[in-house]
């Protein structure tokens, strides 16, 4: 990379954030400290898309963030700065919008068309479906949400439902000439009778001569009009199209192409296709060739068919360039998994470092206490891996049905091919492939046409026995046969094409399971410690202990030293400093549990009883899983200088917290969904929720939930300051989401997408004072963003020594040693930098701290003992400004002195 990766600094383009906005902020950036700009996605996307992921032209850039002038601005601005540009790139899907021409020619020509291979459609079902009807077929017909019209804009005859567009075979408008009464009317139907899809362009120029015809425009739409009326020939017209309109309910089960996840509107791409990635890689490559990209970063890479052959096909772009292009993924690491080798990346987008910083701040030795008292509180003793398991199998059998019919039918037709395995049922092989993707504790294999890895098969053979032993299939052969399917474990060339067939798209499948299963719907369900249901977390993991803490920070030197080091992200569930002050819980559950129950006391009238559920208990709303946690999202989303009696700051965050509340249970999927809203059982919660923020309705309640609350809120905000410190000098490159330099107290999407006030941002680096200075008001957020700016002008000094340095813990000795992390970087040119960070925060500054802050003296005997060839050096404190004293050891009481946290640097 032409410039050294210091840290990123990511932007949400879109709503309201465009070109010129990123281009004004570019000396903001310089003066944090950050060295590249990491662009959410900023090629055309759906109209009105609020995110850019639903990409329909991979080499146009959105007019609406200003185009291709507007980025080449930017871009100008960045170079001059000399800041690097980052840019979220989606491989996976596309979407399946009219400005997408890729997607019309396809709708347009069928499998006869250039781009037929492009996206990832199984042409062997008839018609391509498009699922978007808001009612069955028949009644749409019936009621006249269907007809034909003349695009003006276009130029062309389209068909439409209800106002959604879609193109029509050139070679079927028979049909609608059969109405129009014209001199030319017969030569057009031959003419277009006989047309292929290379005559697109000519058919479009000559009927737009006919078109500038007055007298054949009005005959056309009078034509036209005739069609729609006839609902015989309107259908009539709509059977010979390559598409079919069906119900939008079909979707889910009836499959004829690869959707991202569960999501219609979004199509897989066949990225495997060299085709296709030259195709969609020729703006990416040529921005390289400019010198305009430094950096990428791939969505869900987990998506692509064969993710170690992308990435080494995109390498090889960037390399014949001679270009040195950074590549990070978006990819989740569960449990013991690593970031493969093999695939030759920086790193990761930095999901798992998340989760190792975690640990640090939960209280493992309390968590018997904590899930006594949520249980009690919710009724029911929650087994989290059952209830993962149990979703994943209704997410596969339910949400994803049209996949699992599709890996069904692969299977049996090569089981069908064997004497030994041919009498294998259906039902009993979707259940098998249910059973193995239930079992598999990682997002996906990596197996394909370049062999089958050693991990992979340990993975699959573990998923096979464990999908045996819940005995959900009564006969283990149907699942050992999904196992060799994985495996690849065939002679004959016809059975290894159907494996292979099979095992693509069951690996493009596990980590949609995975996903939908946990993320969107046990971490909405399961909320005993919300902070730890975040992306890639595993909330029954409850707490590390430094010394394995330690050795996460080992393995990221190992494996990625560029990796990005995330702390909030555009997907989080909730924002970095609301997981901080919510770790604090862990320290004090049953205060906690007492709060919670004045809370449900105090909201009784507000609590909605609604009937009796399936299972035969009280039905009521909120349930009581949702309660604890909305508590612990109430808690978490109050600003620091919150003053209960603002009645506007009221009022936003009910705004905030009711459009959360309504994510959240529908997400859960237990009372209420997305596609099946319980309608009485959201007012009640929404009544819930605003009682609380209403002062007219629940008094003081607020207040006092608020007053009781400052010991979590202040050692939280210690917390924050902490986990900072640890994310800008650990290995790795530090990734600061949009504002977040300030406290980020962000609830999920979209929430975590709003408009940042830069302009506060701005004045913070400009008010000349010093990280110590703004600790004393340390409400307003601006200590954590100096303590950003200060230690990201240290990596900027000795940028490698933070991503590729040594990594070496240091021993702390004395009466508070359990309440610090320490560890030391070092490189081969005699440079060090030394951190020194607390934890367990509630516990170390008690009920009556008013500020983030151990007073001196309180740190006793504490202290950081350093290696030998450490002891001598001399030290300067990057946030005080001050030289430490050298020697064995670091007195807390002295380093700790001004500051809660140090950041010592020795050259």
Same mark, same amino acid.
């Given at each position: 990379?032409?410039?050294?990766?210091?840290?990123?600094?990511?932007?949400?383009?879109?709503?309201?954030?465009?070109?010129?906005?990123?281009?004004?902020?570019?000396?903001?950036?310089?003066?944090?400290?950050?060295?590249?700009?990491?662009?959410?996605?900023?090629?055309?996307?759906?109209?009105?898309?609020?995110?850019?992921?639903?990409?329909?032209?991979?080499?146009?850039?959105?007019?609406?963030?200003?185009?291709?002038?507007?980025?080449?601005?930017?871009?100008?601005?960045?170079?001059?700065?000399?800041?690097?540009?980052?840019?979220?790139?989606?491989?996976?899907?596309?979407?399946?919008?009219?400005?997408?021409?890729?997607?019309?020619?396809?709708?347009?020509?069928?499998?006869?068309?250039?781009?037929?291979?492009?996206?990832?459609?199984?042409?062997?079902?008839?018609?391509?479906?498009?699922?978007?009807?808001?009612?069955?077929?028949?009644?749409?017909?019936?009621?006249?949400?269907?007809?034909?019209?003349?695009?003006?804009?276009?130029?062309?005859?389209?068909?439409?439902?209800?106002?959604?567009?879609?193109?029509?075979?050139?070679?079927?408008?028979?049909?609608?000439?059969?109405?129009?009464?014209?001199?030319?009317?017969?030569?057009?139907?031959?003419?277009?009778?006989?047309?292929?899809?290379?005559?697109?362009?000519?058919?479009?120029?000559?009927?737009?001569?006919?078109?500038?015809?007055?007298?054949?425009?009005?005959?056309?739409?009078?034509?036209?009009?005739?069609?729609?009326?006839?609902?015989?020939?309107?259908?009539?017209?709509?059977?010979?199209?390559?598409?079919?309109?069906?119900?939008?309910?079909?979707?889910?089960?009836?499959?004829?192409?690869?959707?991202?996840?569960?999501?219609?509107?979004?199509?897989?791409?066949?990225?495997?296709?060299?085709?296709?990635?030259?195709?969609?890689?020729?703006?990416?490559?040529?921005?390289?060739?400019?010198?305009?990209?430094?950096?990428?970063?791939?969505?869900?890479?987990?998506?692509?068919?064969?993710?170690?052959?992308?990435?080494?096909?995109?390498?090889?772009?960037?390399?014949?360039?001679?270009?040195?292009?950074?590549?990070?993924?978006?990819?989740?690491?569960?449990?013991?998994?690593?970031?493969?080798?093999?695939?030759?990346?920086?790193?990761?987008?930095?999901?798992?470092?998340?989760?190792?910083?975690?640990?640090?701040?939960?209280?493992?030795?309390?968590?018997?206490?904590?899930?006594?008292?949520?249980?009690?509180?919710?009724?029911?003793?929650?087994?989290?891996?059952?209830?993962?398991?149990?979703?994943?199998?209704?997410?596969?059998?339910?949400?994803?049905?049209?996949?699992?019919?599709?890996?069904?039918?692969?299977?049996?037709?090569?089981?069908?091919?064997?004497?030994?395995?041919?009498?294998?049922?259906?039902?009993?092989?979707?259940?098998?492939?249910?059973?193995?993707?239930?079992?598999?504790?990682?997002?996906?294999?990596?197996?394909?046409?370049?062999?089958?890895?050693?991990?992979?098969?340990?993975?699959?053979?573990?998923?096979?026995?464990?999908?045996?032993?819940?005995?959900?299939?009564?006969?283990?052969?149907?699942?050992?046969?999904?196992?060799?399917?994985?495996?690849?474990?065939?002679?004959?060339?016809?059975?290894?094409?159907?494996?292979?067939?099979?095992?693509?798209?069951?690996?493009?499948?596990?980590?949609?399971?995975?996903?939908?299963?946990?993320?969107?719907?046990?971490?909405?369900?399961?909320?005993?410690?919300?902070?730890?249901?975040?992306?890639?977390?595993?909330?029954?993991?409850?707490?590390?202990?430094?010394?394995?803490?330690?050795? =996460? +920070? *080992?393995?990221? #030197? /190992?494996?990625?030293?560029?990796? %990005?080091?995330?702390? $909030?992200?555009?997907? &989080?569930?909730?924002?970095?400093?609301?997981?901080?002050?919510?770790?604090?819980?862990?320290?004090?559950?049953?205060?906690?549990?007492?709060?919670?129950? =004045? +809370? *449900?006391?105090? #909201? /009784?009238?507000?609590?909605?009883? %609604?009937?009796?559920? $399936?299972?035969?208990? &009280?039905?009521?709303?909120?349930?009581?899983?949702?309660?604890?946690?909305?508590?612990?999202?109430?808690?978490?989303?109050?600003?620091?200088?919150?003053?209960?009696?603002?009645?506007?700051?009221?009022?936003?965050?009910?705004?905030?917290?009711?459009?959360?509340?309504?994510?959240?249970?529908?997400?859960?999927?237990?009372?209420?969904?997305?596609?099946?809203?319980?309608?009485?059982?959201?007012?009640?919660?929404?009544?819930?929720?605003?009682?609380?923020?209403?002062?007219?309705?629940?008094?003081?309640?607020?207040?006092?939930?608020?007053?009781?609350?400052?010991?979590?809120?202040?050692?939280?905000?210690?917390?924050?300051?902490?986990?900072?410190?640890?994310?800008?000098?650990?290995?790795?490159?530090?990734?600061?989401?949009?504002?977040?330099?300030?406290?980020?107290?962000?609830?999920?999407?979209?929430?975590?997408?709003?408009?940042?006030?830069?302009?506060?941002?701005?004045?913070?680096?400009?008010?000349?004072?010093?990280?110590?200075?703004?600790?004393?008001?340390?409400?307003?957020?601006?200590?954590?963003?100096?303590?950003?700016?200060?230690?990201?002008?240290?990596?900027?000094?000795?940028?490698?020594?933070?991503?590729?340095?040594?990594?070496?813990?240091?021993?702390?000795?004395?009466?508070?040693?359990?309440?610090?992390?320490?560890?030391?970087?070092?490189?081969?040119?005699?440079?060090?930098?030394?951190?020194?960070?607390?934890?367990?925060?509630?516990?170390?500054?008690?009920?009556?701290?008013?500020?983030?802050?151990?007073?001196?003296?309180?740190?006793?005997?504490?202290?950081?003992?350093?290696?030998?060839?450490?002891?001598?050096?001399?030290?300067?404190?990057?946030?005080?400004?001050?030289?430490?004293?050298?020697?064995?050891?670091?007195?807390?009481?002295?380093?700790?002195?001004?500051?809660?946290?140090?950041?010592?640097?020795?050259?």
């Amino acid at each position: 990379m032409s410039r050294p990766l210091i840290a990123t600094y990511r932007l949400q383009f879109r709503e309201g954030t465009g070109f010129s906005e990123a281009q004004d902020l570019v000396p903001y950036l310089k003066v944090l400290g950050t060295s590249h700009l990491y662009a959410s996605p900023v090629f055309s996307a759906s109209p009105g898309s609020t995110h850019g992921y639903d990409v329909v032209d991979y080499n146009r850039f959105e007019a609406d963030l200003g185009g291709d002038a507007g980025f080449g601005r930017m871009s100008d601005a960045l170079m001059a700065a000399d800041l690097g540009l980052i840019l979220d790139f989606v491989p996976n899907h596309m979407g399946v919008s009219q400005e997408n021409p890729w997607w019309e020619d396809v709708l347009r020509w069928g499998r006869e068309s250039r781009y037929a291979q492009t996206f990832d459609i199984s042409w062997d079902e008839e018609k391509i479906l498009i699922p978007t009807l808001g009612a069955p077929y028949g009644e749409a017909l019936r009621t006249g949400a269907l007809k034909v019209v003349y695009d003006e804009a276009r130029g062309e005859v389209r068909f439409s439902a209800n106002g959604y567009g879609l193109p029509v075979d050139p070679r079927t408008l028979s049909h609608v000439f059969g109405f129009v009464e014209h001199e030319h009317r017969d030569s057009l139907v031959r003419r277009f009778a006989a047309s292929l899809p290379t005559d697109g362009e000519e058919l479009t120029e000559r009927f737009a001569e006919h078109v500038a015809d007055p007298a054949f425009l009005a005959a056309l739409k009078k034509g036209i009009e005739a069609l729609n009326a006839d609902s015989q020939a309107l259908h009539a017209f709509h059977e010979v199209q390559a598409w079919r309109l069906a119900w939008w309910r079909l979707a889910r089960e009836k499959l004829s192409y690869r959707r991202f996840f569960e999501i219609a509107d979004l199509i897989g791409v066949r990225q495997e296709m060299r085709r296709v990635f030259r195709d969609s890689h020729r703006t990416i490559f040529q921005l390289a060739r400019e010198r305009r990209l430094d950096g990428i970063r791939i969505d869900h890479v987990d998506g692509v068919a064969d993710p170690k052959g992308y990435l080494s096909e995109l390498a090889a772009g960037f390399e014949a360039l001679r270009r040195d292009v950074s590549i990070h993924v978006e990819k989740i690491l569960t449990g013991p998994e690593r970031l493969r080798k093999s695939w030759n990346i920086a790193g990761t987008t930095g999901y798992e470092f998340i989760t190792a910083v975690a640990g640090l701040y939960v209280d493992a030795s309390k968590e018997e206490a904590m899930s006594k008292a949520y249980t009690a509180f919710v009724g029911t003793d929650e087994d989290l891996r059952s209830m993962i398991a149990d979703q994943k199998r209704a997410i596969f059998t339910h949400n994803l049905a049209g996949e699992l019919q599709v890996l069904t039918e692969t299977a049996m037709q090569v089981a069908a091919n064997d004497l030994e395995t041919r009498d294998f049922g259906r039902d009993d092989m979707s259940r098998s492939i249910v059973e193995v993707a239930t079992a598999l504790p990682v997002y996906r294999t990596y197996c394909g046409v370049a062999g089958v890895p050693d991990k992979d098969v340990e993975v699959i053979d573990d998923a096979v026995e464990l999908a045996k032993s819940t005995r959900k299939v009564e006969a283990d052969e149907p699942i050992a046969f999904v196992g060799r399917l994985l495996k690849l474990a065939f002679e004959d060339g016809r059975d290894v094409t159907g494996a292979l067939n099979f095992t693509r798209r069951f690996q493009q499948t596990t980590g949609a399971v995975m996903a939908k299963a946990v993320e969107d719907t046990v971490f909405y369900r399961y909320n005993r410690l919300i902070a730890l249901n975040e992306v890639g977390g595993e909330p029954d993991h409850y707490g590390t202990s430094t010394p394995r803490f330690h050795d =996460e +920070m *080992a393995i990221r #030197l /190992e494996d990625q030293p560029d990796g %990005l080091m995330a702390s $909030s992200t555009h997907d &989080t569930k909730r924002g970095e400093d609301a997981r901080a002050r919510l770790y604090t819980l862990s320290e004090a559950p049953e205060r906690w549990a007492a709060l919670v129950e =004045e +809370m *449900a006391g105090a #909201l /009784e009238p507000w609590r909605k009883v %609604l009937g009796e559920a $399936s299972s035969g208990e &009280t039905h009521v709303s909120p349930d009581p899983a949702t309660e604890w946690g909305f508590y612990q999202s109430l808690l978490g989303v109050l600003p620091a200088d919150f003053d209960p009696a603002d009645a506007e700051a009221r009022k936003a965050l009910e705004e905030r917290l009711l459009a959360f509340a309504e994510k959240a249970v529908r997400e859960a999927k237990r009372y209420t969904s997305w596609t099946a809203p319980d309608e009485a059982y959201e007012e009640a919660l929404k009544g819930f929720v605003s009682a609380i923020l209403r002062e007219g309705e629940t008094g003081g309640l607020l207040a006092d939930f608020w007053l009781k609350s400052q010991p979590f809120v202040v050692a939280g905000a210690l917390n924050s300051l902490s986990q900072t410190l640890i994310k800008l000098t650990a290995p790795g490159v530090p990734d600061i989401y949009q504002g977040t330099e300030f406290y980020d107290l962000s609830l999920v999407d979209p929430d975590n997408r709003r408009k940042i006030d830069f302009a506060a941002r701005q004045t913070a680096m400009e008010d000349g004072h010093s990280v110590a200075e703004s600790l004393a008001h340390w409400r307003d957020g601006r200590v954590k963003a100096k303590l950003t700016a200060a230690a990201l002008k240290a990596r900027i000094k000795a940028p490698e020594l933070f991503t590729k340095g040594r990594y070496i813990p240091l021993e702390v000795t004395g009466e508070k040693a359990a309440h610090v992390v320490a560890f030391a970087r070092t490189d081969a040119d005699g440079r060090a930098a030394v951190t020194i960070v607390p934890r367990l925060a509630l516990q170390l500054l008690g009920d009556k701290a008013e500020r983030p802050m151990l007073d001196a003296k309180s740190w006793g005997d504490t202290a950081v003992r350093l290696p030998s060839h450490l002891a001598s050096a001399r030290f300067d404190d990057i946030l005080t400004q001050k030289t430490v004293g050298t020697g064995a050891s670091l007195k807390l009481s002295e380093v700790l002195a001004e500051l809660p946290l140090a950041l010592l640097l020795a050259d």
